[in-house]
């Protein structure tokens, strides 16, 4: 149980440094070299960045869990 929690924890946490370099902050972000300032610049908040935002939420979420479930597995052991 351990050895799968690890390997989810670092699936999530890889994902979620991906999705969080994707934003587009205030400098724009990297979402704007694959053609995302295009896209904010037609609508303010377009349906991908929602997208992005809730595949970030989702991730956060699943990486808090691993880390809540591995601190009682190792402190049970």
């Given at each position: 149980m351990i050895i799968t929690l690890s390997?989810?924890?670092?699936?999530?946490?890889?994902?979620?440094?991906?999705?969080?370099?994707?934003?587009?902050g205030k400098g724009g972000g990297l979402s704007s070299m694959f053609g995302g300032s295009l896209y904010s610049s037609l609508s303010g908040s377009s349906v991908v960045e929602r997208n992005l935002d809730r595949l970030t939420i989702v991730s956060g979420i699943?990486?808090?869990?691993?880390?809540?479930?591995?601190?009682?597995?190792y402190k049970a052991s």
């Open positions: 390997i989810v924890l670092i699936v999530a946490s890889l994902l979620l440094v991906v999705l969080v370099l994707l934003h587009r699943v990486w808090a869990i691993c880390i809540i479930g591995l601190g009682l597995l």
